[in-house]
């Protein structure tokens, strides 16, 4: 059973930057991570995810050139660097893991975290 716990959200201003992390612990740990956002009033939203090794990554259209997905294997943890942040990006960020990668962008798996909240202003 794997747990993931993320951190590192928090308000701020459009323009202004955030570093994201996911903590997982638990259960065989050679994962792809990926993270969710669902805003207000909207469906849960691939972000980006990455393989094990790290050698492949993948992001959602809105994000691209922006939010740079990366782990640390020795620490367990996948961290997101959001930069230009927009008010449009404000959501709860969910980390979620699974040892296929398709499931993973899919938003499938069964193991996510409880998120943490983005709040960009205007």
């Known amino acids: 059973q794997v747990q993931l716990v993320e951190s590192g959200g928090g308000l701020v201003q459009a323009g202004d930057s955030l570093r994201l992390s996911c903590a997982a612990s638990?259960?065989?740990?050679?994962?792809?991570m990926g993270w969710f956002r669902q805003g207000p009033g909207k469906e849960r939203a691939f972000v980006a995810a990455?393989?094990?090794?790290?050698?492949?990554?993948a992001y959602a259209n809105s994000v691209k050139g922006r939010f740079t997905i990366s782990r640390d294997n020795a620490k367990n943890t996948v961290y997101l660097q959001m930069n230009s942040l927009k008010p449009e990006d404000t959501a709860v960020y969910l980390c979620?893991?699974?040892?296929?990668?398709?499931?993973?962008?899919?938003?499938?798996?069964?193991?996510w975290g409880q998120g943490t909240q983005v709040t960009v202003s205007s």
């Open positions: 990455i393989s094990w090794s790290g050698s492949s990554t």
């Open positions: 638990g259960g065989p740990l050679r994962y792809v």
């Open positions: 979620t893991a699974h040892t296929n990668w398709d499931t993973v962008n899919a938003g499938l798996s069964r193991y």
